[in-house]
């Protein structure tokens, strides 16, 4: 009788380490498979999240798992920054975030979060913000364009009348006048010449002009003269 419940612990004893042994491997198994707990040197568990240690059993873990500070924890698990500019960090308040777009307060949530982002009035705002920035982008491409042009013009411009300034004492010399026009000389001449003949004529004519006024003077004077008489 004795040999027999000896016997039969022992066969309980070996399937409760067998047991408890397979809880282990399946907990290490758990806890590998999740980013947010590592094995302590002592044995524990951490959650990255919260640093809360627990008991290293599966029982523990899996309460822990189905709690509401790790649900929590979880739910706010993501980076906000990767929503900005758009969504900014709250002023004031340090639960919340803003979305410059809507100008709206939301709930620093991961759910809230991804639910506005993802909602017609976000995307509407997004959309038209991102037509605006290329317009605006657009525009000033063209405006820079015109004045990248109109440098150019103004630097050919120098250059051209640099080259004018410096080959007009050679264009002189060989008979050629400012405006790029070759010089006939003898029609110059005969202009010359015709524009001395009438100013010699309106001298000419000037003169007589006096000449006769002062015959008519004479006259005038005669007869006054001859009337007194």
Same mark, same amino acid.
């Given at each position: 009788?004795?040999?027999?419940?000896?016997?039969g612990k022992q066969v309980?004893?070996?399937?409760?380490?067998?047991?408890?042994?397979?809880?282990?491997?399946?907990?290490?198994?758990?806890?590998?498979?999740?980013?947010?707990?590592?094995?302590?040197?002592?044995?524990?568990?951490?959650?990255? /999240?919260?640093?809360?240690?627990?008991?290293?059993?599966?029982?523990? +873990?899996?309460?822990? /798992?189905?709690?509401?500070?790790?649900?929590?924890?979880?739910?706010?698990?993501?980076? +906000?920054?990767? +929503?900005?500019?758009?969504?900014?960090?709250?002023?004031?308040? #340090? *639960?919340?975030? +803003?979305?410059?777009?809507?100008?709206?307060?939301?709930?620093?949530?991961?759910?809230?979060?991804?639910?506005?982002?993802?909602?017609?009035?976000?995307?509407?705002? /997004?959309?038209?913000?991102?037509?605006?920035?290329?317009?605006?982008?657009?525009?000033?491409?063209?405006?820079?364009?015109?004045?990248?042009?109109?440098?150019?013009?103004?630097?050919?411009?120098?250059?051209? *009348?640099?080259?004018?300034?410096?080959?007009?004492?050679?264009?002189?010399? *060989?008979?050629?006048?400012?405006?790029?026009? #070759?010089?006939?000389?003898?029609?110059?001449?005969?202009?010359?010449?015709?524009?001395?003949?009438?100013?010699?004529?309106?001298?000419?004519?000037?003169?007589?002009?006096?000449?006769?006024?002062?015959?008519?003077?004479? /006259?005038?004077?005669?007869?006054? *003269?001859?009337?007194?008489?």
């Amino acid at each position: 009788m004795n040999k027999n419940k000896e016997s039969g612990k022992q066969v309980q004893n070996i399937k409760v380490n067998d047991s408890n042994s397979n809880k282990n491997k399946e907990l290490q198994k758990l806890v590998q498979n999740n980013k947010h707990f590592e094995f302590l040197s002592s044995g524990k568990i951490k959650c990255l /999240l919260t640093h809360h240690e627990i008991l290293p059993t599966l029982q523990e +873990f899996n309460n822990y /798992l189905n709690g509401k500070s790790y649900k929590n924890a979880v739910e706010n698990d993501i980076d +906000f920054t990767q +929503f900005e500019p758009y969504i900014v960090q709250h002023k004031t308040d #340090k *639960n919340k975030l +803003f979305c410059n777009l809507t100008r709206q307060n939301i709930s620093k949530k991961k759910s809230v979060v991804l639910k506005h982002v993802n909602g017609k009035r976000y995307k509407y705002y /997004l959309s038209k913000y991102l037509e605006e920035q290329a317009k605006e982008e657009q525009e000033n491409q063209q405006e820079n364009q015109e004045d990248e042009g109109q440098n150019e013009l103004e630097e050919l411009n120098n250059l051209v *009348n640099e080259a004018e300034q410096q080959e007009q004492p050679q264009k002189q010399k *060989n008979g050629i006048l400012k405006g790029g026009k #070759k010089i006939n000389k003898k029609k110059f001449k005969q202009q010359k010449e015709e524009k001395i003949e009438v100013e010699e004529e309106i001298q000419s004519k000037q003169k007589k002009q006096q000449q006769d006024g002062k015959q008519v003077k004479k /006259l005038k004077n005669k007869q006054q *003269n001859a009337q007194v008489e």
